[in-house]
């Protein structure tokens, strides 16, 4: 036995290098397998997760493109509350047959035609960027359920994604009968000194519109805020989410409409909404301007001003351009409204969108 540990020994010795260039071979193939290993498990880790990302993101185009088509789906809804509210047609037929309170008459359309451009444009806004919001919402909760694993509860399923939108409702009916009477109401204070002689350049008719809307902003019980703050009140109702959750609650679904109302909540009570809310207002009467004054040196021609009594009817037919596809188009390409429904996705699916 001696003899076999002492062969061996010198054996070893005598092939020292020829051994440890054997054992260094072995290390690096070993740990070549193994860092081969963790790199495949990285790429792959990676892949999936890059995948996941590209899938998102076509989620949320397919949802952006969901959301602009409901919002101009519903632009007569919107168009018909208003004017069921701010009917100047039907004063304007009185005006035809040439009643005795004439003058009184003239003086309700004055008030009704500029209330209805800005409350157009106010109202317009808001429903853009409420269902952005609700769907962007409810967009990344069904993202996150086409992850699920087998078995497992959905956070939107069909049913619940029909009661949550139908909370648009409240908006279309209740709503506009709130964002029409603020506007109504800061329109008279404005105009009511006003005579229908009064001469007008566009410049003046267009400051008489930002008055207005500065108006409404003093008004509204949070006076003092931004117009698109103090609007956030006409959207949902505070107790909606109470309601629902009772009547949901025979349907056993009450747990998801109430967390998807509360998310919407939150976003709609957030500085972000409001600045975006603003920023929609901004750009639509921005065009708003630029299409009245159009209209209104299209009829001036080479004169500088208008009596107030021509303009009336200038700014009464202009209010059919607000609910257009055109008009909505601009407010819907908004970038800080994009940005917004980015920030939605990406918090409720859990996943990167940019």
């Not at 076509?58 to 088509?69: I, V």
């Not at 003239?106 to 919001?133: D, H, P, Q």
């Not at 909540?265 to 207002?281: K, M, Q």
Request: charged share 20%; glycine share 6%; hydrophobic share 40%.
């Amino acid at each position: 036995a001696r003899m076999v540990v002492s062969r061996v020994v010198r054996c070893m010795k005598r092939n020292k290098k020829k051994l440890l260039l054997l054992a260094a071979a072995a290390a690096a193939y070993i740990g070549g397998r193994y860092l081969m290993k963790r790199v495949s498990q990285i790429t792959d880790r990676k892949t999936v997760s890059q995948r996941q990302t590209w899938k998102l993101k076509e989620h949320f185009e397919s949802n952006r493109k969901t959301s602009n088509s409901t919002v101009i789906s519903l632009l007569p809804t919107l168009k018909d509350a208003l004017y069921a509210q701010l009917n100047a047609e039907a004063i304007t037929a009185e005006l035809r047959n040439r009643p005795s309170n004439k003058l009184s008459l003239w003086e309700n359309l004055k008030t009704i035609s500029f209330a209805r451009v800005v409350v157009g444009v106010v109202s317009c806004s808001m429903l853009v960027a409420y269902m952005r919001v609700q769907l962007s919402i409810l967009g990344a909760a069904m993202f996150r359920d086409l992850h699920r694993p087998p078995g497992e509860e959905l956070g939107a399923p069909p049913d619940v994604q029909k009661t949550f939108l139908s909370n648009v409702q409240y908006f279309l009916q209740d709503g506009v009968v709130g964002v029409a009477s603020c506007t109504k109401k800061a329109t008279e204070a404005v105009l009511a000194e006003l005579s229908l002689k009064h001469q007008m350049s566009s410049q003046d008719m267009v400051q008489l519109l930002t008055l207005v809307g500065s108006t409404m902003t003093a008004d509204t019980p949070s006076g003092g805020g931004s117009l698109g703050a103090c609007m956030v009140q006409y959207l949902t109702p505070r107790e909606s989410l109470l309601q629902l959750e009772g009547e949901e609650e025979e349907a056993g679904h009450s747990s998801c409409v109430a967390y998807l109302l509360a998310a919407t909540r939150d976003v709609l009570d957030s500085n972000d909404f409001a600045t975006v809310l603003d920023g929609l207002i901004i750009q639509g009467f921005a065009e708003l301007h630029k299409g009245l004054c159009d209209v209104y040196h299209s009829a001036a021609q080479a004169s500088s001003t208008l009596p107030l009594a021509k303009i009336i009817p200038l700014v009464t037919d202009h209010s059919q351009v607000l609910f257009s596809p055109t008009f909505i188009q601009v407010l819907l390409g908004n970038k800080g409204l994009q940005r917004l429904s980015e920030n939605i996705y990406e918090a409720f699916s859990e996943g990167t969108v940019l």
